[in-house]
Every structure is written in structure tokens, then in C-alpha cells.
């Protein structure tokens, strides 16, 4: 009698089974297709509906919203009101996935922690820590993209250059190019190789100023991490260091404007080949400033840019040469 009853009820549950599939299937069949006139179906999420493209029929009606319950007019507004984690970064070396535990001993009220819970804390940072970075790889990545970030901070560069300079700082250790190297040499390299992409440069004395590797050791690595990853990039312009300079002088847009026209007057005539951008950058701007009646010294400007003045004052005398001759010819 059990025998029978086993057997009634796997023969039933089957019969369920093969329903439900079936069901499903229809279900499937419905969501292609019209049921009216066969036509396919389209998804209006505004307002909720499921509707057949060729004869308008709403096929489904009161949706679930999945997306978030709040609007947002630009990207501040939408930060502060979202409640989901950043974003994966390359900034660092777990790219944002990982846990951190914060130093603050206060509990999720704000209260303060008792000694042995402090305690406690403490010992789950330290194997927090060590978890993070497991390998001489992920150790590697950490001191490396801490010192990328940190250079970036100190020559104000923006986070798109940080995100690029650790996507080929990362590259170079994939292609194992740092044995004979030093991490910060290949971590300088990588963000001026980055701020030149970028077209936002910075000169190598500047890289040099906040790096803690030598000026030589910088150009050496930098050629060399450019040539084995063959970084596509483009001589440095010297107008794109004008708006810098312009803004640390103080100068008018006037300024920069016609600092920019005595650039492009310098290429026509080919006095830019063979020059440093940088130089010629700061007597385009120093010369600007004097047509402009806008008094600024040839010391102002050397500070700013980093060159001595005596390459500001050659290059000054090369740019009004060349404007010179575009006007007699």
C-alpha cells in the first residue's frame, strides 16, 4: 500500500514539474512575441509597460522599478545620494574591492569602545593588512600606486593621469620590466608618460622636484618603460603648459591668448624644433605679458616654470624674431 502511494506521489510531483516548464516556456513565448499580431516586444521602462512595437498593444502593465527610488540632476547630487560603494579603481593595488576596518574606535552609535574590544580591533586591522596584500606583487602595487597618488598631489594633476599612470604602472609589472629597476623610478615614469597623455604635462624637473629618484634615472626608465609597452605619445606642446603658467602669474586671458599666437607663429616659422616646450612656453608668456602692458619679471616667470632666465630670455628673443619676419614677409 506504501508502494503505491510513493509511486502516486513521484508520478504526481513529475507532472507538476513538466506543468511548471511548460508554463514557463508559454510565459517566454509571450514575453518574444505579441500574442495579437506576433510582432516583437519592447520594454518602456518610464513608464512601466511592455508594448508590441508594430501594433502599439501593452502587453504588460505595472512593472517593478528596479533602479533607485530618488532622482538625481548632476554627478554631486547623484553621489550624495547614493548608497552604493565607489566604483572599482586601478588606483589601487585590490582596485577598491577590499574591506577596510577604520581607525575611529566608535562603534556604529558613535560610542566609544571598551579596551578589550580596542583591543580586538587592532588585531583584526593587522590581519586585515596582511590579507590585503598577500604576495610581493600586491606589495609592490601598494607602494608604487601610494607614491603615483601622492606625486599627482603635489603636481595638482587630475584623477583621470592617476587612473592612467597606474593602468601602465600595472601593465610594466605584467611584463615584468621592474627587475633592475627601482619601484619609484618606474612609478615616476609612469605618471609623466600618463600627464603627457593626458595633455596636461608636466616638465621633468617638476617630476623630479616631488619624485625621490634622480632627474637621469627618471628619463632613463621612462624611454625605456615608453619603448617595451610602445605608449603612443606625442611630443610635448608648448602651448599646453600656457594656461598653467598664465594662471600661477596671475595673467589675463588676453595674455594667454596672445602667448598663444606668438606659439603658433614660432612653429609656422620652425623656431620650435630642437627647443624645450617648457622654455618656450615661459618666454611666450613673458613676452604676451609685455605686449599686454601687464608687468610681470623674467624671475616671476623662471620661478613658475622651473627654467633659468637665461633660456627665457633666448627663447624671447627667438619668438619676436620669428613674429617679426611673419609681419615683414
Excluded at 130 to 152: P, W
Amino acid at each position: 500500500m506504501s508502494e503505491n502511494v510513493r509511486s502516486y506521489t513521484d508520478d504526481r510531483s513529475r507532472t507538476e514539474t513538466v506543468g511548471e516548464d511548460e508554463a514557463a516556456s508559454e510565459t517566454e513565448g509571450e514575453q518574444l512575441e505579441c500574442p495579437e499580431c506576433g510582432g516583437s516586444l519592447v520594454n518602456d521602462s518610464e513608464r512601466g509597460e511592455t508594448v508590441c512595437r508594430d501594433c502599439g498593444l501593452v502587453v504588460d502593465e505595472d512593472e517593478i522599478d528596479h533602479g533607485p527610488e530618488w532622482r538625481a540632476f548632476d554627478a554631486s547630487e547623484k553621489d550624495q545620494k547614493s548608497r552604493v560603494g565607489a566604483p572599482t579603481t586601478n588606483m589601487m593595488h585590490d582596485k577598491g574591492l577590499s574591506t577596510n576596518i577604520g581607525w575611529q574606535d566608535k562603534d556604529a552609535y558613535g560610542n566609544s569602545l571598551s579596551s578589550r574590544q580596542r583591543e580586538k580591533m587592532q588585531r583584526l586591522r593587522t590581519w586585515n593588512e596582511r590579507f590585503r596584500t598577500r604576495d610581493s606583487k600586491e606589495r609592490n602595487l601598494k607602494q608604487a600606486l601610494g607614491e603615483i597618488d601622492r606625486m599627482a598631489s603635489a603636481l595638482g594633476l587630475p584623477d583621470n593621469v592617476r587612473e592612467t599612470a597606474s593602468v601602465i604602472y600595472r601593465r610594466a609589472l605584467d611584463d615584468d620590466l621592474l627587475p633592475g629597476r627601482s619601484i619609484e623610478g618606474v612609478a615616476t615614469a609612469s605618471l609623466y608618460a600618463a600627464a603627457r597623455q593626458a595633455g596636461t604635462p608636466r616638465s621633468l624637473d617638476e617630476i623630479a622636484n616631488v619624485s625621490r629618484v634622480e632627474k637621469d634615472e627618471i628619463a632613463r626608465t621612462y624611454r625605456y618603460v615608453v619603448r617595451e609597452l610602445k605608449l603612443e605619445i606625442q611630443p610635448a606642446d608648448p602651448e599646453s603648459y600656457v594656461p598653467r603658467f598664465a594662471s600661477d602669474l596671475d595673467l589675463s586671458d588676453e595674455s594667454e591668448r596672445r602667448a598663444r599666437q606668438l606659439l603658433q607663429t614660432a612653429k609656422q616659422e620652425g623656431v620650435h624644433s630642437g627647443k624645450s616646450p617648457v622654455g618656450l612656453a615661459a618666454a611666450a608668456v613673458y613676452a604676451a605679458s609685455l605686449l599686454t602692458n601687464e608687468k610681470v619679471t623674467q624671475s616671476e616667470v623662471s620661478d613658475v616654470a622651473n627654467i633659468s632666465e637665461v633660456t627665457i630670455r633666448n627663447r624671447y628673443h627667438e619668438l619676436l624674431e620669428a613674429e617679426e619676419q611673419v609681419h615683414l614677409g
